[in-house]
């Protein structure tokens, strides 16, 4: 099986490296303007994920509905990645890739549940840690309990995140966007000051909303009945304007970058999967990356590619602090013009079905 494994991934990675190259070397001209490195230097880190976000059900990328008003302003007001792919249709992988800055097969975290990040790799909140933040994380489901490993680095990690009924008898190990936001936000609020720039923060919310089963609560359970993955979407984003009007009211955000990205798409039947984790295709790896912090950051859209190992290394360039990202690179140069086009490539895998069904 090990033997199996190990062929599949190579196959795969060969042609999906390949395919990703492809859509690395696609870029088109240039629509925002220049973010000096460290122009934010010392300024508060706010990371929100959306769990199973497809971008083309954003308002920004194109979804229509109006499902998420407050992801589009922050889209308006600052600056959108149009083209930006993940590494793995998975939470705990994604994630993993996310906050190291490195790809799967370097960090070592491949799947949910089965793997654990055993902290060899610089993360995120280690290197923000090391520079004097103080650092919390709010996620939102078992997938990302502690127990895997990305609770390294972090003073906080708030991962309680109960149950909730799934049908059939059957429960979901999960909370709601505006629970984990609360807590979020307390936290936020009862270490950070708003005018202090020598004590910043990083803030890490994890929203699982949108994934399987979808059962968002009322109102939206019932204008999105026949929709309920769009009403899933719809809260997570309310909730999320909710929260930052808390913070904005009593002065959080005048200092403080916000980065909202999702970790996966969802296929919603194409290619004949239902949801997500079997297959590597644009559905399910194409995901929004926004980020927002007037007037440091002016708003734009970079029609280049980018990928989420370049979400570490790109925050941490902003914010004037070395990036030792193994797989990724700051998005910076890139927005500015200082860098040549990206022709790395990029790489994913879905390798899921063969650890888990043995294909």
């Known amino acids: ?23 690395m070397r696609r870029r088109s001209a240039k629509a925002t303007e220049a973010i000096d490195s460290g122009a934010l230097r010392g300024a508060n880190v706010l990371l929100v994920t959306i769990d199973t976000l497809r971008a083309d059900h954003v308002g920004a990328y194109g979804g229509a509905g109006g499902l998420t008003p407050t992801i589009d ?52 909140a280690g290197t923000l ?5 103080r650092t ?29 009924p799934a049908g059939g008898g059957l429960s979901v190990l999960e909370r709601p966007a505006d629970k984990v936001l609360d807590a979020a936000v307390s936290w936020i609020t009862r270490i950070g000051d708003p005018v202090d720039g020598n004590r910043p923060w990083f803030a890490w919310a994890h929203l699982y909303d949108p994934h399987e089963p979808y059962d968002p609560p009322e109102p939206f359970h019932t204008r999105y009945a026949r929709d309920p993955y769009s009403g899933e979407i719809a809260f997570a984003d309310a909730q999320l304007g909710a929260a930052l009007d808390r913070l904005a009211r009593q002065g959080y955000l005048s200092r403080t970058l916000v980065v909202v990205a999702a970790d996966h798409g969802e296929s919603l039947g194409d290619h004949q999967e239902r949801t997500h984790g079997l297959f590597a295709y ?7 990356l926004v980020v927002w912090a007037p007037p440091a950051v002016k708003p734009g859209v970079f029609k280049g590619a980018a990928r989420l190992v370049d979400v570490m290394p790109t925050i941490l360039d902003v914010i004037g602090i070395p990036a030792p990202a193994p797989s990724g690179r700051s998005l910076r140069p890139l927005v500015a013009g200082d860098s040549p086009v990206d022709d790395r490539g990029s790489y994913f895998e879905a390798l899921n079905a063969n650890l888990t069904r043995n294909w």
């Open 282 to 288: 644009e559905a399910t790896l194409r995901v929004p």
């Open 129 to 133: 840690k090391a520079a004097g933040y």
């Open 136 to 164: 919390g994380a709010f996620v939102a489901a078992f997938v990302l309990d502690a127990r895997f490993g990305l609770n390294a680095g972090f003073d906080v990690y708030d991962d309680k995140y109960g149950s909730r």
């Open 73 to 124: 302003r922050l889209a308006a007001e600052g600056l959108r990645f149009e083209t930006t792919y993940a590494h793995v249709p998975l939470t705990l992988p994604s994630h993993a890739s996310l906050l190291t800055g490195a790809y799967p097969f370097v960090n070592g975290v491949r799947d949910n549940g089965s793997f654990r990040f055993d902290g060899r790799h610089p993360t995120l």
């Open 1 to 23: 099986m090990k033997k199996r494994l190990a062929v599949f991934a190579v196959l795969a990675g060969l042609a999906l490296v390949a395919a990703g190259v492809g859509v």
